[in-house]
Every structure is written in C-alpha cells, then in structure tokens.
C-alpha cells in the first residue's frame, strides 16, 4: 500500500500554490471544480512523487491554527505534512525564506540520530521535516 496524496483545505487557493510549487518543487497536475460545493482544486506534484491535493471551499473558515507542534497535539486529528528529506536545515531555511513561520528550530529527534524541524506554510499549516534514513518503521 501506498500513501497517493496530502488533502489540504486552503482560505487562498493561487497563493497556497505559489507558495507549496516554490517550497516544494511542485507542478500543478490536475485542477478540478465542484459546483455544488462551490469547490475549487487542484493537485500539485514533484518528480519524487509528492502529491498535494489543495482545495479552496467558498465560506470555508480556519481551524487549527497551533503555533507549535506542541501546541497542536491538543487538538484531535490531522496535524501536520512530514516530508523527508537529507538536509533539514536547508529546506527549513528555504521554508522560512519563502515566507513560512517557525514552529519548531532545527534539532534533535526523539528518534536517535535523526533531525526535525516544524514550519508553518503561510495560513498556518504545519509542515515537519525530517531526515530519517532508512525505511519507515
């Protein structure tokens, strides 16, 4: 089995996919529409196969907007993306350069020998970055 895609619930669909193309290296794939549901989306993917599926909903309002990954395991659900990568500091910076928020600075994991990082992208969703090697257990 394998994850296919990340739905994210933006209030700024143009501006969402700006920032997640530049962030992340990203090309729109697919764009789609839902009348009824007055729906707007489209899928955004890179050449390691990352896929974000951003959908804007007219009168769609903010939920969590935690300040840190502390801060939202208060909170019951999705929390955050992961992506795994070899340098977190690199992509932690590059993040914040392109106008994400700090949640969490670059540092140790929990899991020994591994480095982590929390960045929000611009309307507060939290994003972690990681440098595990390996397989995922």
């Keep these: 089995m394998k994850l296919d895609h990340v739905g994210l619930n933006v209030a700024n669909l143009a501006a969402q996919a700006a920032w ?41 309002q903010g939920g969590q907007q935690a300040q840190t990954q502390a ?27 392109l106008g994400g928020r700090q949640a969490m600075p670059v540092g140790p994991s929990p899991e020994p020998g591994v480095t982590f990082s929390f960045v929000a992208d611009p309307e507060g969703n939290l994003i972690e970055i990681i440098d595990r090697k390996g397989a995922i257990a």
């Design 71 to 97: 801060q939202a395991l208060l909170t019951r659900g999705y929390g955050h993306i992961c992506v795994r990568v070899a340098d977190v500091q690199a992509l932690h910076d590059k993040l914040l350069a």
């Design 20 to 60: 997640y193309g530049k962030a992340f290296g990203l090309r729109e794939t697919g764009r789609f529409e839902v009348p009824p549901l007055n729906l707007r989306g489209l899928f955004m993917t890179n050449d390691d196969g990352l896929t974000i599926e951003l959908l804007e909903r007219e009168g769609s």
